[in-house]
T-cell receptor
């Protein structure tokens, strides 16, 4: 059974640009959540989606947005990139309200 | 406010020995879930073990066990028979309240190094 798949794995952008990250959950999982990991702030919750609806949102500016498609795949977008947005972005999926499985992450570098 | 505390920034253990990684939590909710994840240098967060607040027995998954002490609000991870491949960052996390959320609060992590 395939795990959570995130693309791209690595990307480099410059300040002011925007970026879109993609996440394909484990087959059958309808819930997808996103996290940002930085050395300074650690792991922080961004948002989560269930059946194409945002169910919960973390404390991030409006430049961070996301969506979920009918096949449960999810994307997150960061607009007007800042240097501080450099981070590992992790996507997770779940189905049975217990275990939460993560992908390998997308490592974003903003120059 | 809900919080996860991991007081050990780094731990060393010899191969084949057991090691305990500490985790305490703070929540006013009666219903919550506790997780442990392993993060190797590649970055992937690998699920290790889960304990629900109403689970009566401590969770076990192979060489991993969770020492759940509800009154003390602690959820320590015990790794038995350490292997070199266990060297990684380990994160304790908590899911709060009703089960219809995947919002986790993470601790700051413990870096475990296993030596021969």
């Amino acid at each position: 059974k395939a795990g959570v798949t995130q693309t791209p794995r690595y990307l480099i952008k410059t300040r002011g640009q925007q970026v879109t990250l993609s996440c394909s959950p484990i087959s059958g999982h309808r819930s997808v959540s996103w996290y940002q990991q930085t050395p300074g702030q650690g792991l922080q919750f961004l948002f989560e989606y269930f059946s194409e609806t945002q169910r919960n949102k973390g404390n991030f500016p409006g430049r961070f947005s996301g969506r979920q498609f009918s096949n449960s795949r999810s994307e997150m977008n960061v607009s007007t990139l800042e240097l501080g947005d450099s981070a590992l972005y992790l996507c997770a999926s779940s189905s049975i309200i217990r275990e939460l499985f993560f992908g390998e992450g997308s490592r974003l570098t903003v120059l | 406010a809900q919080k996860i505390t991991q007081t050990q920034p780094g731990m060393f253990v010899q191969e084949k020995e057991a090691v305990t990684l500490d985790c305490t939590y703070d929540t006013s909710d009666q219903s919550y879930g506790l997780f442990w994840y392993k993060q190797p240098s590649s970055g992937e967060m690998i699920f290790l073990i889960y304990q629900g607040s109403y689970d009566e027995q401590n969770a076990t998954e192979g060489r991993y066990s969770l020492n759940f002490q509800k009154a003390r609000k602690s959820a320590n991870l015990v790794i038995s028979a350490s292997q070199l491949g266990d060297s990684a960052m380990y994160f304790c996390a908590m899911r709060e309240g009703p089960y219809n959320t995947d919002k986790l609060i993470f601790g700051t992590g413990t870096r475990l190094q296993v030596f021969p």
